[in-house]
């Protein structure tokens, strides 16, 4: 499609798993503008915030779709996400349950990696 139209601008749309990103590493792909699907990343911030507050939490579904609304429609709204759960994962550091600081931080390293792809 390219060879018979180059003007086209090329979009590469997926979740974020590496193993797609290593596909869009390709030549043809350079130029390409490069987004991570905002449903992907929606669920991880869910898994985050279900994390740090608990799934059936008020305040969490709050900050939940706050956050959410930014990553999609805020420029620079990634950075705000990293903020928030940097701010989080800071939180917990004294908190006991080992197995939820590996989860918040799983879900931080998350959006740190994809940063670049979901403004």
Not at 65 to 91: T, Y
Request: proline share 3%.
């Amino acid at each position: 499609m390219l060879a018979v139209r180059p003007a086209l601008e090329v979009v590469a749309l997926a979740d974020g798993a590496e193993e797609n990103w290593r596909y869009f590493e390709r030549p043809v792909y350079d130029k390409a503008t490069k987004i991570v699907d905002h449903g992907h990343a929606s669920q991880h911030l869910r898994a985050a915030m279900a994390v740090y507050d608990g799934e059936q939490s008020v305040e969490g579904r709050a900050e939940y779709e706050r956050l959410r609304i930014l990553l999609r429609d805020q420029p620079g709204g990634a950075d705000d996400v990293i903020a928030a759960c940097a701010r989080l994962a800071r939180k917990m550091r004294g908190k006991r349950n080992k197995r939820r600081r590996t989860l918040l931080n799983a879900e931080l390293t998350y959006f740190k990696n994809q940063r670049e792809r979901l403004n």
